[in-house]
Each structure stands twice: as C-alpha cells, then as structure tokens.
Nanobody, 113 residues
Framework: QVQLVESGGGLVQPGGSLRLSCAAS??????MGWYRQAPGKQRELVAN???????NYGDFVKGRFTISRDNAKSTVYLQMNNLKPDDTAVYYC?????????WGQGTQVTVSS
C-alpha cells in the first residue's frame, strides 16, 4: 500500500523559510514532487524531481525554492526561502510511477506577519 507522509508546514513571516518533507513507502517512484493549492485557485506544480536528479519548477518559484530527493529513504524535500504571502496554500506531495499517481494529505503553509 502506498503512503505519502508530509511534514514541515506551518506559519512563517514574509521573508522566512520552511522545509517540507515527504516520506514515501510502498513503491519506488520515478517522479516525486510538490503541488500547491490556494483557496479559490487551481492546484499548481511547485517543483518535481526525477529519480536521476532532473528538476522542474513552477515559474513563480524564481530561484527561491529547492527540491531534493533521497532515493535511499524515498523522501523528497522542498526548501522554501524568501517566502511571500502569495505562497500561502496547502502543499501536496505527489509521487508517480508509470501511469500511477499518488497524493499526500497536504500540509498548510501560511505566510503572514
């Protein structure tokens, strides 16, 4: 059974940093990444990373976030720096293998003074 367990969300002031983690179990995943969804908006890609190390980022990231992966631990990390109020959203971990896609339960990130 596939499980994705997220951690690291919370409340942070503008300009602050957070690190999200997602530990996966139950399979080996080719692509792991993070999406986010703000109230009233569509879910959007934040970043993903392929098992070989190639990465993709949403245009809004602009060098502020870094995704990394520990294949031995089946864990993906998202280091978020210089956070802005517009980054407030629920962040979801995603893991894909072939045609199968799995989602975590989501972790809230709130950027506010």
């Amino acid at each position: 059974q596939v499980q994705l367990v997220e951690s690291g969300g919370g409340l942070v002031q503008p300009g602050g940093s957070l690190r999200l983690s997602c530990a996966a179990s139950g399979s080996i995943f080719t692509i792991m990444g993070w999406y986010r969804q703000a109230p009233g908006k569509q879910r959007e890609l934040v970043a993903n990373i392929i098992s070989g190390g190639s990465t993709n980022y949403g245009d809004f990231v602009k060098g502020r976030f870094t995704i990394s992966r520990d294949n031995a631990k089946s864990t993906v990390y998202l280091q978020m720096n210089n956070l802005k109020p517009d980054d407030t959203a629920v962040y979801y971990c995603n893991a894909r293998m072939g045609m199968s896609s799995y989602w975590g339960q989501g972790t809230q990130v709130t950027v506010s003074s």
